[in-house]
Every structure is written in C-alpha cells, then in structure tokens.
Nanobody
C-alpha cells in the first residue's frame, strides 16, 4: 500500500522559510514523478513543483520565481520542498503526490498524501 506522509508545515512570518518533507513508502517509485501541489481555501489545487524519481529532472510551476526548490533523497525515500521568502499568498494546504511518468499535470498523479498546512502571516 502506497503511503505519502507530509510534514514540516506550520505558521511562519512573511519572508520566512519552511522545508516540507514527503516520506514515500509501499512500492518502488522508479519511473515515477513526485510532485507538490497546494490548495488555498476556495481555490483549485495547483501544481507547485515535481521531480522525477529516477532521473532527478525537475519541473516548476510557470509562476515560480525561484523561491521554491524541490529535491529528493532516494536513500530515505523522501522528497523535499524548500520554500524561501514566503508570502501570505503562499498560505495553503500543501500536498505530496506520486504518479508514474507524472510531471506538471495533476491528472497524472494517482497517489496523494493527507496534506500539511502552511500559513504565512503578514
């Protein structure tokens, strides 16, 4: 059974940083894309970043301006999202997801974590 468990969310002031972690288990993720999405209240779930488990190829949302960095540790089966210079508009529930061959497109992801809340105060 595939499990994706996010951690690292919390309350931070604007300009601060957080590092989210996603511990993945239950299968081999070779060939999978591992993504981060976020969903603010009343809004759709949006793509943030993704990394291909095997090749390490990285994708970011077009709106991303270098504040976020995705990485992985294959030995720990963990994907990270480093978020710097956080803004109040980054407030959302952040979800980790996995899908075979997945990149930016949400419909390619079929495994999801429970989400972790990130709140950025002004």
């Amino acid at each position: 059974q595939v499990q994706l468990v996010e951690s690292g969310g919390g309350l931070v002031q604007a300009g601060g940083s957080l590092r989210l972690s996603c511990a993945a288990s239950g299968r081999s993720f070779s060939g999978y894309g591992m993504g981060w999405f976020r969903q603010a209240p009343g809004k759709e779930r949006d793509f943030v970043a993704a990394i291909r488990w095997t090749t390490g190829i990285i994708y970011y949302a077009d709106s991303e301006n270098g504040r976020f960095t995705i990485s992985r540790d294959n030995a720990k089966n963990t994907v990270y999202l480093q978020m710097n210079s956080l803004k109040p508009e980054d407030t959302a529930v952040y979800y980790c997801a996995a899908g075979f061959g997945a990149t930016k497109y949400i419909n390619k992801y079929n495994y999801w974590g429970q989400g972790t809340q990130v709140t950025v105060s002004s």
